[in-house]
Antibody
Framework: EVQLVESGGGLVQPGGSLRLSCAAP????????MSWVRQAPGKGLEWVAN????????YSVDSVKGRFTISRDNTKNSLYLQMNSLRAEDTAVYYC??????????????WGQGAMVTVSS | DIVMTQSPDSLAVSLGERATINCKSS????????????LAWYQQKPGQPPKLLIY???TRDSGVPDRFSGSGSGTDFTLTISSLQAEDVAVYYC??????????FGPGTKVDIK
């Protein structure tokens, strides 16, 4: 049922960088607004960033502005999250998720299994 | 930003009984021009990603059992499980996707068997 596959998670020191990838082999990727949603250990869900179908519109939560960059490559059916200046509070499972809403204001009907990012010295 | 709250934080219900979860938004998520509430419900089981249950506040996603139903409008919403089954043990989240991001989630409600 899961149609998205994240990779690139791992352990990184505070101040370090990491790049997450999300592959979408089983869907018409270019139809989807895509998002990253994270979940700190034992906590709830937090929407992080999203990007429209052609990559011309991007939004992010205030806590990651200037540090995280969302991007996509429709030729590779892939979504990315470049995370710089990582902090301990960025430790979480990062999910990619998508909606077919043309405006991006729609429910997330596809999700990946998640990638764990741990920021610790 | 729109703040989402949920109640209760957790509840325990006997098998076959009704479970009711409430969600409130700090701003109306009803787009009156099209009469749609920009509100979804997700179910998350341990170790799994969230799964979409309900969107537009009351539309069940494909394959979701009809014991799950959503209701409400504006700022107050309810997810009801009419007859709790063992496989419904999970955390349930509401989420608004009204207007521009951030698309905020509620803090979650944990549902267990009594």
């Amino acid at each position: 049922e899961v149609q998205l596959v994240e990779s690139g998670g791992g352990l990184v020191q505070p101040g370090g960088s990491l790049r997450l990838s999300c592959a979408a082999p089983g869907i018409t990727f270019s139809f989807y607004w895509m998002s990253w949603v994270r979940q700190a250990p034992g906590k709830g869900l937090e929407w992080v960033a999203n990007i429209n179908q052609d990559g011309s519109e991007k939004y992010s939560v205030d806590s990651v502005k200037g540090r995280f960059t969302i991007s996509r490559d429709n030729t590779k059916n892939s979504l990315y999250l470049q995370m710089n200046s990582l902090r301990a509070e960025d430790t979480a499972v990062y999910y990619c998720a998508g909606t077919t809403s043309s405006s991006g204001r729609g429910p997330f009907d596809i999700w990946g299994q998640g990638a764990m990012v741990t920021v610790s010295s | 930003d729109i703040v989402m709250t949920q109640s209760p934080d957790s509840l325990a219900v006997s098998l076959g009984e009704r479970a009711t979860i409430n969600c409130k938004s700090s701003h109306s998520v009803l787009k009156t021009s099209i009469n749609k509430n920009y509100l979804a419900w997700y179910q998350q089981k341990p170790g799994q990603p969230p799964k979409l249950l309900i969107y537009w506040a009351s539309t069940r996603d494909s394959g979701v059992p009809d014991r799950f139903s959503g209701s409400g409008s504006g700022t107050d919403f309810t997810l009801t499980i009419s007859s709790l089954q063992a496989e419904d043990v999970a955390v349930y989240y509401c989420q608004q996707y009204y207007n521009t991001p951030p698309f905020t989630f509620g803090p979650g409600t944990k549902v267990d068997i009594k």
